[in-house]
């Protein structure tokens, strides 16, 4: 990774520079930005099985004339001659875009929302240097074992700069270690055990550290595997689970959108017709420092923005489009209405004594492929995976047969919700489609009384 | 694009001797997204995405690079980070790479077309998209009619220093009508086939036959309607009639990704699951009835995922994967059936140039029967029909799984009777494939833009062509009431 952190700036700065002027006069643009220069490390056998030295900068136009709107998008790169060629074929784009269309009863106006900088200047040697030791440092800590997983680490970018002066950016070196260990002759004897690093700066010693407790998890499990029969069983789901229900709400989850077109799962908490636990909370927490505070329009969202408090809904994620449209405020979300940096709140549960606090039940370290059954109910359904434990009396007796689930959010942070841990896992953005990505999630287990097992 | 290709030609041309394999594979693919609701546009984004991947053999492994900045500068700093990397590269390969995993290709490809989607009108898209969204909203009780195209113009480059020069130009459109409606305290959503579920290799041409789209809308919106007036769907097990958009993901979820080779070898384990298929179940293992024939098929004229070579530079061809319900070849290129040391197929793609290549479907189709429709209805005493997917959960083995529709209906004593809603099933795969009892005549196509696995994650570009099918006593659910 070669890129000077300031080369993107400022050919960001340039390029800006450029396109505005050559605005006509009843035309406004923004121009956000996002990218990455990351290293990307896959694992199988704990061997590499895979790499991938990777730089992609794409810059999004957005222009407005004449209460219409275009969009366009291309990739950033270190030629200016090359940049002003595209934003040549871009403008034409755009204004032939507007030139089609009836004029938009739902714009909103593009406007300064002013400046903002991050840079990650004191850190970025440091950080780059840690990434380049992590093949070797796993391939090594993990030569005895079958570990299979995903490294990923170097630079991300955001910005949004505006024809009317704004100017946003971001950028932040961060990683990601993904990783699971494997033992045992498929299908019916496999073993698997899961976790996942994340931070700034890579540590072997940390990994060290991550890697025993994950082995420790996996010794649990060397017992014959339980059936369980369908039906409803306590269970805890650890912050890794809870990450992935919350997963779902990439699909369908707490945008106003949504909302108005029926399509939220959250549409009778909305009406008040299904209730959440009062030790329920959800919120963005921007603070966090898993995401830039500003959208792709440059708009600052509240640091922290309530969404579910103590079971009671406040508010939908709420962009300045959907505000416009159905007459409401926004709270500055993204376009697509998803959330970005989302923490649920602690409760009282020590993790430490977790199995004593279950008792009898079921421990689920993770769960796989969870995805909306009846949105109307906001049911989901998905796999246990990895270490799934059936406890008594406080004791782990062993792994269970994986098993099909389908239940409602309403009984998992409603009626059936019992308590959270005191204690919280920050997880990265792990959705590496396309791209990596800011964001990520800050989550504490949960105890339940009912999960429903089906199959 | 005649500066970047000339720039990475000209570095190509002045490294290619260096290497003992060297390849470079640059797309640039422009995509259009186009929607209208209730009549109004909405943020319609596109992009002119354009990039490089740099892949160089050294001592047993390939390392890869990939960079937006086609600059000269740009191009000649992708391929100094692959060869630092592969220079500071010290531990052991996972498996032996060599040459003999790109072999070379001469040639072109260019998908079927009337007309090219560059020379498409987006005044009459707006006016096509924009008719149609309103003839879904035709009344209060639908609360978002929506249409939308998804148009993709892509062209790839393929060199290699085994002598490889192979271009492959696509045109992809994808189209969608959804109408949600609220009625009787209940909001139900009905599409023309799921999300963008018709998907091909097609031009500009599709907006000469909008009067067929038309009547999409009508019926979506009426039948949306029905669902919120409809029982929910009953839970019991009985006999399942899947229409062709149905079957397109279970075909996908429970045959497409077992099958993948690297899935097999573990490759995906941390991430989208394991197989429940063993290498030795290649020639034997009993996947589904006798009336099952699968096939990997890359030739199809409008497929989605049809091209001439795949990523490794092997000529794809058909193949059967699947023969009278036994499991005979897998989903797997040239590196992955090295390393299983049995035969696959040309399936090694990435989806765009800013990832490594791994073992994908690409059009998996299922034989279509000798029976007619009516017919099939007829032979079921008790049963239900089910159409168009609307939700997919399978277990990381791919075999427990369960789908939702959004449409179903009764089936008693031959015929179709009343409308159910949020219609669901769950099976496991072998049990299920081997309950396959009938199949129709007649096939229809459908697939989607998004199959997403690997690590980086990738989406990509699938279709599964099949008829309708019969299987008995399945386990159906519906919501709650």
Redesign the interface.
């Known amino acids: 990774m070669k890129v000077s952190k300031f080369s993107i700036y400022k050919q960001f700065e340039r390029f800006c520079d450029q396109a505005f002027s050559q605005l006509q006069n009843h035309e406004k643009l923004n121009i956000s930005l996002e990218g990455e220069d990351s290293l990307y490390l896959r694992f199988n056998k704990a061997q590499l099985r895979q790499n991938l030295e990777l730089l992609q900068i794409r810059i999004s136009l957005h222009m407005q004339s004449n209460d219409r709107e275009s969009y366009t998008a291309f990739n950033l790169t270190s030629d200016e001659t090359l940049n002003l060629s595209r934003l040549a074929e871009a403008l034409i784009f755009l204004r032939g875009q507007i030139e089609i269309q009836l004029p938009d009863p739902h714009l909103v106006p593009i406007k300064n929302n002013g400046h903002s900088q991050k840079l990650a200047s004191s850190l970025i040697p440091s950080a780059l240097d840690s990434y380049k030791n992590a093949l070797s440092d796993i391939c090594e800590i993990s030569a005895q074992v079958d570990l299979v997983g995903i490294f990923a680490g170097g630079l991300l970018y955001s910005a949004s700069f505006n024809s009317l002066g704004q100017k946003h950016w971001f950028e932040q070196p961060s990683f990601l270690f993904d990783y699971s260990i494997y033992s045992g002759e498929p299908p019916n004897n496999v073993v698997a055990s899961k976790s996942c690093l994340s931070g700034e700066q890579w540590s072997a010693t940390e990994f060290s550290v991550d890697f025993q407790k994950t082995l420790n998890l996996h010794r649990l499990q060397q017992n014959k595997k339980i059936p369980i029969a369908p039906g409803k069983y306590k269970a805890y789901l650890a912050p890794a689970a809870v990450d992935e229900v919350l997963g779902v709400f990439r699909i369908a989850g707490l945008g106003y959108g949504e909302m108005a077109t029926g399509r939220s799962p959250f549409l009778k908490l909305h009406r008040q017709e299904k209730k959440l636990s009062n030790k329920f909370s959800l919120q963005e927490n921007f603070e966090l420092g898993l995401h830039c505070p500003f959208n792709q329009s440059g708009e600052l969202s509240d640091s922290i923005l309530p969404l579910v408090h103590q079971g009671k809904l406040q508010q939908f994620l709420t962009s300045s489009r959907s505000a416009a449209e159905y007459q409401v405020n926004s709270n500055f979300a993204e376009s697509d209405e998803i959330l970005r940096s989302p923490e649920i709140l602690p409760g009282n549960l020590d993790e430490i004594k977790i199995f004593q606090e279950l008792d009898t039940g079921l421990y689920l370290s993770h769960l796989h492929y969870v995805n909306w059954s009846d949105l109307e109910s906001a049911r989901i359904t998905g796999m246990t995976r990895f270490a799934a434990l059936w406890v008594e009396n406080g004791k782990v007796i062993g792994p269970i047969q994986d098993m099909r689930f389908d239940v409602s959010l309403y009984s998992l942070f409603g009626d059936d919700l019992l308590d959270l841990t005191k204690t919280r896992k920050t997880f990265p953005n792990l959705y590496l489609y396309d791209s990596r990505k800011l964001g990520g999630s800050h989550v504490p287990g949960i105890l339940v009384n009912a999960f429903t097992f089906t199959f | 694009m005649m500066?970047?290709r000339r720039n990475l030609k000209d570095l190509y041309a002045s490294v290619k001797d260096d290497f003992e394999y060297i390849g470079f594979r640059h797309t640039r693919e422009i995509t259009h997204h186009q929607k209208f609701?209730n009549g109004?546009?909405e943020?319609?984004?596109?992009?002119?995405?354009?990039?490089l991947m740099i892949e160089i053999l050294s001592r047993g492994?390939?390392?890869?690079?990939?960079?937006?900045?086609?600059?000269?500068?740009?191009i000649r700093?992708?391929l100094?980070?692959?060869k630092l990397?592969a220079n500071n590269?010290?531990?052991?390969?996972?498996f032996a790479n060599s040459t003999a995993n790109r072999p070379k290709a001469l040639g072109t490809f260019k998908s079927t077309r009337q007309s090219d989607l560059k020379d498409l009108s987006?005044?009459e898209l707006?006016d096509f998209l924009r008719q149609s969204s309103n003839l879904i909203k035709n009344q209060k009780n639908i609360?978002?009619g929506q249409s939308y195209v998804k148009l993709v113009q892509s062209n790839t480059l393929f060199l290699g220093n085994q002598g490889t020069e192979f271009e492959q130009d696509l045109n992809i459109v994808g189209i969608e009508l959804s109408a949600?409606a609220?009625a009787n305290g209940?909001?139900q959503?009905r599409t023309s086939n799921r999300y963008l579920g018709r998907c091909y290799q097609m031009g500009s041409e599709f907006l000469q036959n909008t009067q067929s789209e038309f009547d999409k809308c009508l019926n979506i919106s009426e039948e949306a309607l029905q669902l919120c007036w409809a029982r929910q769907c009953p839970s019991e097990k009985m006999d399942l009639l899947l229409a062709p958009d149905q079957m397109m993901l279970q075909i996908h979820e429970s045959i497409g990704h077992p099958l993948e080779y690297d899935r097999i070898?573990?490759?995906e384990?941390?991430?989208a699951?394991?197989s429940?298929v063993?290498p030795t179940d290649f020639g034997q293992l009993q996947y589904g009835s006798e009336l099952m024939n699968i096939v990997f098929d890359p030739t199809p004229t409008n497929a989605i995922a049809t091209y001439a070579i795949d990523e490794s530079g092997l000529l794809a061809k058909r193949e059967f994967l699947i023969e009278k319900g036994i499991l005979k070849r897998g989903l797997g290129g040239l590196e992955s059936q090295q390393r299983l040391k049995i035969p696959g197929v040309a399936n090694f793609r990435a989806?765009?140039w800013?990832?490594?290549p791994?073992d994908r479907m690409a059009n998996i189709n299922l034989f279509p029967g000798t029976t007619p429709l009516a017919e099939m209805l007829r032979k079921i005493e008790h049963g239900i029909f089910m159409q168009t997917n609307k939700?997919?959960?399978?277990?990381?083995?791919r075999l427990?799984f369960?789908f939702?529709c959004e449409w179903a209906q009764e089936i008693k004593g031959g015929k179709l009777g009343q409308v159910f809603k949020?219609p669901?099933y769950?099976d496991s795969s072998l049990q299920f494939w081997r309950k396959l009892k009938d199949l129709g005549k007649d096939t229809e196509s459908y697939g989607t833009f998004y199959c997403?696995k690997a690590?980086?994650?990738?989406?990509i570009r699938v279709s599964h062509e099949s008829p309708h099918c019969v299987f008995a006593d399945v386990?159906v659910f519906g919501?709650?009431s």
Not at chain 2, 62 to 74: H, R
Not at chain 2, 89 to 94: M, S
Not at chain 2, 391 to 397: A, G, H, R, V
């Open positions: 500066t970047e609701r109004t546009q943020p319609a984004p596109s992009f002119v995405d354009s990039g492994q390939i390392f890869y690079s990939a960079t937006c900045d086609l600059s000269a500068k740009g700093n992708c100094d980070q692959v990397f590269f010290k531990q052991t390969p996972l987006f005044r707006h609360i978002a949600t609220e209940d909001i959503k070898l573990g490759d384990r941390n991430f699951g394991w429940f063993r989806s765009q800013n990832r490594p791994v939700s997919w959960s399978i277990d990381d083995y427990k369960q939702g949020n669901n769950r997403g690590e980086p994650g990738q989406v386990e919501g709650i």
